[in-house]
């Protein structure tokens, strides 16, 4: 069941997606026409058809210049323009015109970057402290040597070893923790049911291209950006990408994104964006090909330059005074000189801090986090700012009513009562999340079909907004529950005029406070049958809804803000809902809608304060993060 008033009204902006163009075609020569002509008897488009505008074409087309069209994309043309531009049909793609067009756009998983293993090992060589340590095994090996006596192999040997001990334990550790990491990517690869020659069959989403049709139903991690088919609506959790708390329903020819999860329903789908083309793709390659140096480099390149700088100024002072001043011999003058060359440095520093920092990882490790990079540990430790997301993270990523403020409007009802009613009209196998969080409040979730018989339950759908149960209860008496979007069910209510002001100010009191409004009436069907209008409806209450924090969350915070770290909150619900989750969680509720990071706050942004000062001042920032703020 999906409710309106539930409902989530953002979305991710629209990527850019891809699909193979004229030039790929011309590349693969006969392909073009063999390859990619529609399936089955379906006749071929009569001309070319044109590849999706590109990032500067789309912004062109919509400036009204030349480069594209208002619409003239995969994320909004009508559905017979997307297969004409995919070149594929309902039936499916074949295999071999899969494979073709996945050599075309590549498989569907984010980049991958291969190190080198030796280029990895020597680049914790590769550094100023370790530069000073190879110049001075150098010169131990090198011009250490004269007066008929061998070079100074032993310097020059402990200063190796050294070396190859400091990467050795920095690549092993960042190697274990590598490979924790793929392999627990390697057990959450999703699987896809795709149509290939004319069947279903579950692959791995990797080989998705655009053009397939797959089968999205309850549970899937939907594998890649797809335009839905047609069929009843799904229910469809964005959190991942928006940090909408509850799910958003989906219909035919909407838009689907990769890593959102299907609660509800099943429908066929057409894939229109795979791997790094998906919202999703797009935002964590942003990340990827963020380069920045960490706090913990930047310091030990300080050291390593003031090492350089100071023994450089000494070494010249040392051979003026030992040859032009002493006129020493010239393997006495090299061993003074390598002496302040090794005494210069803190020749043990880079090993007795990649040992530190093994051991870090190794007690993270037990408290299951995977260090992937160690120079994180110091940089996370050094932190004064933290921003979290706020769905899965500081909550539960789970609806549940707030039983304490639970408004009764009938003088007959009690809260208990209309958690009861509630339950009576929500389904107790398949269920929404809102099934779930009002059969969670009572004592045992079977409560909600204790003593009555069911006759009949009426699903949601997008006319009626709401769901109803017929039931009987022991002593033969039929009745009706039902619960939905509160204005639905202010229409049913006998005593509707009595009521609409209180109510309305309610939801709007629960909507300041970023609560989701669900109404719950209830009504007599004396005439015993399930098809009957029945008696007039009661209006019992409104229950109000969200998202509850961590069980720890609180105390997390607590301790962080001990710690002199500021948490701020990350969102992509609405404003009103990250408000009184900081509330709850004691982080304060001085945020602010994203689009003032840009510009674009209008009245709720505020005056003369830069971004820095801004993000400094605020307790966190809600609303969508657009592809275009990415």
């Keep these: 069941m999906e409710d309106p008033e539930l409902e989530a009204n953002t979305s991710p902006e629209d990527p850019n ?20 002509a529609p399936s089955d008897s379906t006749p071929a488009p009569s001309a070319p058809a044109p590849s999706p505008a590109s990032p500067k074409a789309k ?38 015109e899969a494979n073709i067009r996945l050599e075309l756009v590549g498989p569907n998983k984010l980049e991958e970057h291969k190190e080198n293993l030796i280029l990895k090992f020597l680049g914790f060589m590769w550094n100023p402290l370790s530069w000073v340590m190879e110049l001075a095994a150098l010169m131990a090996l090198v011009l250490d040597n004269g007066s008929g006596l061998p070079p100074d192999w032993q310097d020059f040997v402990g200063i190796v070893c050294l070396l190859v001990i400091n990467s050795t334990v920095s690549y092993i550790e960042e190697q274990n923790a590598g490979q924790a990491a793929a392999a627990l990517m390697q057990a959450l690869a999703p699987k896809a049911k795709i149509l290939r020659d004319g069947a279903y069959k579950e692959d791995d989403a990797t080989i998705l291209v655009p053009g397939d049709i797959i089968t999205v139903k309850l549970g899937d991690i939907i594998p890649a950006d797809c335009r839905l088919l047609e069929g009843d609506p799904l229910s469809v959790d964005q959190s991942a990408l928006t940090g909408e ?25 057409v894939v229109i964006a795979t791997g790094v083309h998906t919202f999703f793709g797009k935002a964590a390659h942003l990340v990827d090909t963020t380069q920045n140096v960490g706090h913990f480099q930047k310091v030990l390149t300080q050291i390593g330059n003031f090492c350089i700088i100071t023994i450089a100024v000494g070494l010249v002072i040392e051979m003026i005074v030992i040859y032009a001043v002493q006129k020493r011999r010239y393997r006495q003058g090299i061993e003074n ?42 940089e996370m430790a ?4 933290l921003c979290s997301d706020k769905t899965g993270t500081l909550t539960l990523n789970r609806l549940t009513v707030d039983k304490s403020i639970i408004e009764v409007l009938s003088k007959t009802a009690d809260k208990e009562l209309i958690l009861l009613t509630a339950a009576y009209a929500s389904r107790i196998e398949n269920q929404d999340a809102i099934d779930l969080a009002i059969t969670n409040m009572l004592g045992d979730p079977k409560e909600a079909r204790d003593g009555i018989e069911e006759v009949h339950f009426l699903p949601f759908n997008p006319t009626d907004k709401r769901t109803a149960m017929t039931y009987t209860t022991a002593d033969g008496k039929m009745h009706r529950a039902t619960k939905g979007a509160p204005e639905q069910i202010l229409e049913l209510a006998a005593n509707k005029n009595e009521i609409e002001k209180k109510v309305h100010e309610i939801i709007e009191r ?6 989701r409004s669900l109404g719950v009436a209830s009504q007599d069907v004396p005439d015993g049958v399930k098809e009957s209008e029945g008696g007039p409806w009661e209006f019992l209450g409104l229950l109000p809804l969200f998202d509850p924090p961590r069980h720890d969350t609180a105390d997390t915070v607590k ?22 989750t900081g509330r709850r ?36 920032f809600a609303g969508k993060f657009t592809s275009t703020c990415l």
Excluded: W
């Excluded at 958003?248 to 020819?253: D, E, L, N, W, Y």
């Excluded at 050094?382 to 700012?385: F, H, L, R, V």
């Design 382 to 385: 050094g932190m004064d700012i």
């Design 59 to 96: 912004a062109e087309g919509e400036n009204g210049e030349d480069g594209g069209v208002p619409g003239d994309d995969l994320e909004s043309a009508p559905m017979e323009e997307v297969f004409q531009k995919l070149r594929c049909t309902p039936k499916g793609l074949t295999t071999q």
């Design 510 to 515: 629960f909507a300041d406070r970023g609560l």
């Design 17 to 36: 997606t891809l699909a193979p163009t004229d030039v790929e075609y011309e590349q693969h020569g006969a392909a073009r026409d063999e390859t990619y």
């Design 337 to 378: 000189m390598l002496v302040l060359l090794i005494g210069g440095i803190p020749i043990a520093m880079p090993t007795v801090l990649s040992v530190t920092m093994a051991v870090g990882s190794h007690g993270l490790a037990k408290q299951g986090a995977i260090v992937k990079r160690m120079t994180a540990i110091e």
């Design 559 to 580: 301790r962080a803000l001990e710690l002199g770290v500021h948490v701020k909150m990350i969102t992509g619900d609405q404003l009103a809902i990250a408000k009184e």
């Design 585 to 620: 969680l004691g982080m304060g509720t001085n945020m602010y809608p994203s689009s003032v990071l840009f510009g674009k706050g209008g009245d709720e942004a505020p005056e003369a304060m830069e971004d820095g000062e801004l993000v400094e001042h605020a307790d966190g």
């Design 245 to 269: 708390s509850v799910a958003v329903t989906k219909r035919a020819g909407d838009e689907v994104f990769s890593g959102s999860v299907c609660k509800q329903g099943e429908l066929e789908a």
